[in-house]
């Protein structure tokens, strides 16, 4: 059974109940393949992305990207089944997970949650009734980062790189492949410690300690920490060469970012937007451009397919290095 497929089946046999998990068994082996997202909201029709597209699910397993009658809608009964089945009847012990939106399960997959936040001190302590599912599909590209490592490779180092893309455009897929590559080593560069920073669980897929992905021999992971804080902590403690974390947006995560220069250890990171001009309008990315913190800049689209490489900039005079779209 193909790797995909089997994870798929794994997540769905963990944390669905028995009618909607055979419908969605019945379902054809490629769109298993390609499965990105199972929605599932209370009292509303579930939906399957794939390739960018959401479906409908009908009763007799089939996929409709219009809305009709026959589109399998969940209770309120086969909601609260699923809340039990993901947090394996124990919500509370994912109180930690579950005040950042989400619940991560084996396999690398993770399932946010929306409903109605419980405040604590002005903060989100936890979520209660939810009434919202997102079932996001990871799964491994071994070799996305084949098109990017020629762009970033400084000698045996690699060069300070900031990753720029919408959501759901590969930036995750594609620091997992790096952080791998640079951890191994390739194509007669020697592999590097790798500290990552894994702050949504995303990129190596922890599940009680154990990485769900291949990230490499040499890589150490700090797993659901907050990024400011784990930039420093691997610093002190890990001595990595490389640090790489996903998605920063805050001004403690630049300041760390600048503090882990400081100390001679390469950055790779990766945030929201969809070209540089868009970048330079957010004011905390603007912030971590000014300060001169990146020698590359990637831009990652779809014009050949979700995970195109579409620009590379130099990340300091933002001269165009690359504009060929490759993927």
């Keep these: 059974m193909p790797q995909a497929q089997a994870r798929w089946r794994d997540v769905i046999g963990r944390a669905l109940p028995v009618t909607l998990r055979e419908r969605l068994l019945a379902l054809p082996e490629e769109t298993m393949e390609d499965l990105e997202e199972i929605r599932i909201g209370q009292e509303r029709p579930i939906m399957l992305y794939r390739g960018g597209q959401g479906y409908f699910l009908t009763r007799n397993s089939g996929l409709i990207a219009d809305y009709t009658p026959d589109a399998v809608m969940t209770s309120a009964p086969e909601m609260r089944q699923i809340l039990d089945m993901v947090s394996e009847h124990s919500l509370y012990a994912m109180e930690d997970e579950l005040r950042n939106g989400y619940i991560s399960l084996r396999g690398g997959c993770r399932v946010g949650v929306a409903g109605r936040a419980v405040l604590e001190n002005g903060r989100i302590k936890t979520f209660k009734h939810i009434n919202s599912f997102n079932f996001r599909i990871a799964r491994p590209v071994i070799g996305a980062a084949d098109k990017t490592l020629s762009h970033i490779r400084k000698g045996n180092r690699v060069r300070h790189t900031l990753v720029l893309s919408p959501p759901q455009m590969g930036k995750t897929t594609l620091i997992r492949d ?40 040499r890589t150490d992971v700090l797993d659901a920490c907050p990024k400011a804080d784990g930039i420093i902590l691997m610093i002190r ?7 790489v974390t996903d998605e920063i947006g805050r001004i403690e995560d630049i300041e760390a970012i600048g503090e882990a220069l400081n100390t001679g250890v390469d950055v790779i990171v990766t945030a929201h937007a969809r070209t540089l001009e868009e970048a330079l309008k957010r004011p905390i990315l603007l912030r971590a451009l000014k300060k001169d913190l990146f020698e590359r800049i990637l831009v990652l689209g779809d014009s050949l397919g979700v995970g195109t490489l579409e ?17």
């Design 311 to 327: 620009r590379v900039y130099e990340g300091r005079k933002f001269h165009l290095l690359c504009d060929t779209p490759v993927r």
């Design 237 to 243: 403690s890990l001595s990595p060469q490389v640090v």
């Design 178 to 217: 790096m952080v791998r590559k640079i951890s191994n080593g390739s194509d007669g560069v020697p592999g590097l410690k790798v500290g990552l920073v894994d702050e949504r669980s995303e990129v190596a897929g922890m599940y009680q300690g154990v990485p769900s992905f291949d990230i490499g021999i």
